[in-house]
Structure formats: C-alpha cells, structure tokens
C-alpha cells in the first residue's frame, strides 16, 4: 500500500465466522472499520477466540467470510490480553491496532477506543444514560405505541429497575421487542388488567393480553395488602405476555412486612434433562422478604435453566459468545453462538433432575393451577410477535406479623446473613472482605447506576433510534 494511502486499515461490510462448520461463531456481521495511517486504535471487549481470529483477519492470514478488508504495510497488531496498558508499541509502527479482553487504559500514547458490540466496531466506552432520563426515553416510546400511561409507567418503571440493579437482560433491550409485538398485535396496547375478589384473601388478574407489568403490579399490591390484613393472600394472573423481572415487584411486599412468593411461565426454552428439543419455560421463581432495617427488601430471584433466556439474549445484542453450558442448538448439541436460542435451541434446565422438581414448581402452580396453561402452550415472545403469550403468574403473600414469634420484631433475616458472612469470613481469613449473597451484586451495581447512570448497548440504541444524551 502507498504511504499516500489516505487509510492504514480499512474493512467494508466484513463477516467473519470462526470454528468449524455446523458450530460457527459469527464475530463480525457486516463491520466497517477506518483507520487513518497514523492513527491507533484500542479494540477492547474480546475474548480470546476472538482476538486469535481478528489479529490473523487482520494480517492477512484468514481471509474474511465476506466483504473487504484492506491492511496498509505499516500497520502492526497487537494481541494484549487483558493487560492493554501494558504492551509496548514500537515506535516505527504507521499504526497500531491493539486488540484487548476487557475495557480500559491502552497503552501509552493516544489511542481511539473502540469495542465489538452486535458484531459492529462502536466507540467505547458505552454511553452512558442516566436512570431518569432512560426511564423518560422509554415510557415516550411506549406511550407513542398507544400504550396508555399508567401502563407505560409500569412497564418503564420494571425495565428501567432491571437496568438499575445489572440485569440488563431484562430491561431495556426488551422495549424494541415489546414495540414490535404491540405493532403485529401479540401485545393489546389499550388493553387494562381486570382483578376480580374471589376470597378477602383470594383474588384472579385477567391480563387481557395487554404489557405484563401493570397486571403484574396490580398482582403484587392486591396480594400485599391483603396478606398484610389477613396473613395469607394469593394471587393467580393470567392470559398475560412478558413481565420482565421478578424481583422489579418487590416493593409492595417490603411496604406491608410480607413476604412474597412470586412464579412465573414462559414460553418452552428449556431442554429437561435428556431432551434435545425445549418443552419447558424459562420459568422464574423469586422469594421476597421484608428487610425491618432498610429500604430494599432481601431477595431471591432465579430463573429455572442454568441461566435466564434475557441473559443469553443480551450476549447476542452485544456480539458475544455465551459460556460453555448455557445453549444447546437445535440438534441438542452444545452452543455458544447465543443466535442458536431463536433458532429451535434450549437452556439446559439447571441441576439436572432436581432442577426439573423446580421448573415443575412454577409449571403448576403458576401455569396450571393459575393460568390452567402450561409451558409448551404459552407464545415465544420473540418467534411469535402477532400472539399473546398467554403466559402466567402467581403472588402468595404471607405476612410477617401474623407469622413471626411473638415479642420478637421480625423474622431475623439480618441477623441470619450477617451470621453467614461472618462464618465465611472467620473460616477462610484470606477471602474478599465481602462474600457474595442474593442481593449483594444488584446493590453494588444499583449505587454505581444511581451514581453514574447504565451503559446502553450499541444495538440497542440503533434499534430504538436513540442517540446518547
């Protein structure tokens, strides 16, 4: 290449898949990339397959499943591992492409930041938006969909709580799911919940095919209240789509010192043990108790495959391969490539055969008993956007006055974690100085969000259309 070149490095419209035929990993879906000679760039984010396959893309020994790419004479690359701030760059070099594994400072001198999100090549870090303006942003989205207000508040308010506490899985990658199943139909935008009082303490939600989350948080605060008064309450929702994160419905139950038990069904994700095809939902169950010392309640909230199926979509909006153990493709053998889920893959269940007691928990008491619709008939949101789910939830409240001991305040939960921590602590000295429990990374992750707002991915953004504040 002349060194008149007006560009060192230059890709165009490039795929690049790497492994052997029938388990490809697509790295690069159709990326441009333009590096003035002279100019450095610091490509962070990749794993280690993916910093082999670029660095031989990028000298010339692999050649690009499709598309062009152009690499001038005096442009050198740079494999650094996740130590980018450590490599050293010959000072004869045009230009410097340094590929890294995670996000950070490059190497002395300046460098153009850029990440591999949704197999593009975008700036880096993220933006990053804050809660306020994210929950803003997306309940304008919806409210222009025809949804009514309070449901879009509902819906915002969950996606957005998702974001806050590191689920990203389960907040706002949603939203252009949701618009596209509320533009072909699968979700009623003008459609309100209806609660119907079977029981003081009982009580069925008709969904009416509309958001999840208004009947969902109807739900919620019925079966609060009601427990709080009587000591037990329960409440069965159905006929309902997508309700995003369990744990997002919290609140009525640390309100009124109750203690929550929330299930739900989805959609056939999930491989039992054996099977090659999916049959079961990614079903989730979540455990709510009231916290007498603060704020935010204790939780558990867990979904019934070895991960939640958001989790494995979130890798694919972010072009990034999923863990060894998480997917299985369509044949049922394992996968990494997260495409693999949309296209007839499963979740593997998570335990094996008490994993299955599990999911079998939620199949019947939230799709049999509440919704009388069990995982193989509820709609997949994604492969089915003209159809209602159809998917269901069940709240049981039980109230921590009516079941506590006497004189004694409260369940004692506090105290039992403090007891946990502390014997991790004392048995194993040279440990972080905090042990995780259920609940300690979403805190962490909720004070840096409140803090400094959450990253959006790239993909995500170009979908809805949503340019950085």
Known sequence: MSSRRPFALELRDVVLS????????????????????????????????????????????????????????????????????????????????????????????????????????????????????????????????????????????????????????HGVALLPTYLRRIRDGGIRAGSLPRLTEITPALASVDAGGGLGQPAARLAADWCAARAAEHGLAAVAVHDNNHVGMLAAYRHAFQRHQVVGFLLNTSGPSIAAPGAAVPTLGSNAICLVTPSAAGAEPFCVDLATGVVAAGKIRDAANRGVPVPPGWLQDASGAPSTDPGDLDRDGAIPLFGGYKGLCVTLLAEILAGALAGHRVSPDVGKQRKQPERVMGCSQLFVGFSTGHFAAPGSGGLGLDGFVDRLRGAVLDGHPGVPARPWFPDQPEEDHAADADARGVEVPASVLAELGWALP
């Open 18 to 169: 790497l492994g052997p035929p029938g388990g490809e990993r697509v790295l690069l879906r159709g990326a441009d990339l333009q590096v003035r000679e002279g100019e450095s760039v610091l490509l962070s984010g990749l794993d280690g397959e993916a910093r082999r396959g670029l660095t031989a893309l990028l000298e010339g020994r692999m050649p690009p499943t499709y598309g062009t790419v152009s690499v001038g004479r005096g442009t050198t690359v740079l494999d650094a591992g996740d130590r980018p701030g450590s490599v050293t760059v010959a000072g004869e070099a045009s230009s410097v492409i340094v590929l890294a594994g995670q996000d950070g400072e490059g190497p002395p001198g300046r460098f153009r930041s850029l990440r591999l999100d949704g197999g593009q090549f975008v700036e880096s870090p993220a933006g990053r938006v804050p809660l306020a303006e994210l929950h803003r942003r997306t309940v304008a989205a919806l409210l222009a969909a025809g949804v009514g207000e309070e449901a879009a508040e509902a819906a915002g308010g969950v996606l957005v709580d998702a974001e806050r506490r590191g689920h990203r899985s």
